[in-house]
């Protein structure tokens, strides 16, 4: 299962994180981590509780997969926060890499996103999605195999 923060596979003994699901969503966010674009992610508490992991922690690395499942980046978690989604700021919300003006904006895509049919499916049902509902937000930094390219 791929989603947005949750560490999957094991590789190499460096958990792996798969970002959004395989394909475009999925490259464009290892492409901005690449590029320094993205520092930031956000997970939906419920998908951690289902799958029995564990809410990560600062210090913790990852190896970043892209959509071959090969590893692209890794990086090293610097915050982990769970908090409501209403308390998401505009500047994390910008530090997602996608472009997002402002929190309403990131709001909007999340909410999307976890209502979506791939993590439906997955958790066997819709989430209910709403202000109060809890994500694991987290901040990162690249540690390799590359630093962020200069763009």
């Not at 939906?44 to 071959?68: C, K, M, N, T």
Request: proline share 7%; hydrophobic share 40%.
């Amino acid at each position: 299962m791929a989603y947005d923060g949750v560490p999957a596979l094991e590789d190499d003994d460096l958990p792996t994180l798969e970002l959004a699901f395989p394909g475009p969503e999925r490259d464009r966010g290892v492409a901005a981590i690449l590029d320094g674009q993205k520092t930031a992610l956000t997970g939906l508490r419920e998908i951690y509780a289902h799958a029995g992991e564990a809410i990560p922690r600062a210090g913790q690395r990852f190896a970043v997969l892209d959509s071959e499942a090969r590893p692209a980046v890794t990086i090293e978690l610097t915050d982990v926060r769970v908090v409501p989604m209403k308390e998401i700021d505009d500047a994390f919300a910008r530090a997602e890499g996608r472009g997002y003006a402002d929190a309403a904006q990131w709001r909007t895509a999340h909410e999307e996103f976890f209502r979506s049919a791939g993590v439906s499916a997955y958790l066997g049902h819709t989430p209910v999605i709403d202000g109060d509902t809890l994500v694991v937000a987290q901040t990162f930094r690249v540690v390799g195999p590359e630093e962020p390219r200069e763009g």
